[in-house]
T-cell receptor, first 111, second 114 residues
Framework: EDKVVQSPLSLVVHEGDTVTLNCSYE??????LLWYKQEKKAPTFLFML????IEKKSGRLSSILDKKELSSILNITATQTGDSAIYLC???????????FGPGTSLSVIP | GAVVSQHPSWVICKSGTSVKIECRSL??????MFWYRQFPKQSLMLMAT?????????EQGVEKDKFLINHASLTLSTLTVTSAHPEDSSFYIC??????????FGAGTRLSVL
């Protein structure tokens, strides 16, 4: 059965810290890995990773995929309270039918 | 990014009534939309995949007659919770697929069944 695992499930850091969130997967016919940020309502799209070893970056957030290790990391540098959210990792398959979501990492950034 | 509108954002209903939730893609056409359910502090649980012009594909354990899905146009999918009961109270989120692999989410609907 396909599955996506995230760790840690919960994390509390101080403003300014750097955090690394982990995602590993066992997905047949893997196509791509996606990261979403969910605050109070709908998840918002962060990154889509298809190729191994190519870092995607957006401001203080960056992510990279390792297809050999079947994993991805999401880094957030110089964290701010506004980064507090649940970060969801998801995998899409070939052919595209649905994405499989991980349980999420709940990040709390305290002043 | 793409915009997906979901309505209503919050609904309270009496047990036994039906509730309809709408999901619209505002600036793109979506042949495929998805309906999720989310319990507090848990991840998204896919309920069904909605394809324009055809029957929805339901995940295992999701009652088709309970959760009716209609995808009548390329910009609208609806989820109707029929004969709602308190155990159906939850947060329901829709999404629409635009580019390959990327889903854009609506703001969600919080359903409370009394």
């Amino acid at each position: 059965e396909d599955k996506v695992v995230q760790s840690p499930l919960s994390l509390v850091v101080h403003e300014g810290d750097t955090v690394t969130l982990n995602c590993s997967y066992e997905v047949t016919n893997f196509r791509s890995l996606l990261w979403y940020k969910q605050e109070k309502k709908a998840p918002t799209f962060l990154f889509m990773l298809t190729s191994s070893g190519i870092e995607k970056k957006s401001g203080r957030l960056s992510s990279i995929l390792d297809k050999k290790e079947l994993s991805s990391i999401l880094n957030i540098t110089a964290t701010q309270t506004g980064d507090s959210a649940i970060y969801l990792c998801a995998c899409a398959r070939i052919p595209y039918d649905k994405v499989i979501f991980g349980p999420g990492t709940s990040l709390s950034v305290i002043p | 990014g793409a915009v997906v509108s979901q309505h209503p954002s919050w609904v309270i209903c009496k047990s036994g009534t039906s509730v309809k939730i709408e999901c619209r893609s505002l600036d793109f056409q979506a042949t495929t939309m998805f309906w999720y359910r989310q319990f507090p502090k848990q991840s998204l649980m896919l309920m069904a995949t909605s394809n324009e012009g055809s029957k929805a594909t339901y995940e295992q354990g999701v009652e088709k007659d309970k959760f009716l899905i209609n995808h009548a146009s390329l910009t609208l999918s609806t989820l109707t919770v029929t004969s709602a009961h308190p155990e159906d109270s939850s947060f329901y989120i829709c999404s629409a697929k635009r580019e390959v692999n990327i889903q854009y989410f609506g703001a969600g609907t919080r359903l409370s069944v009394l």
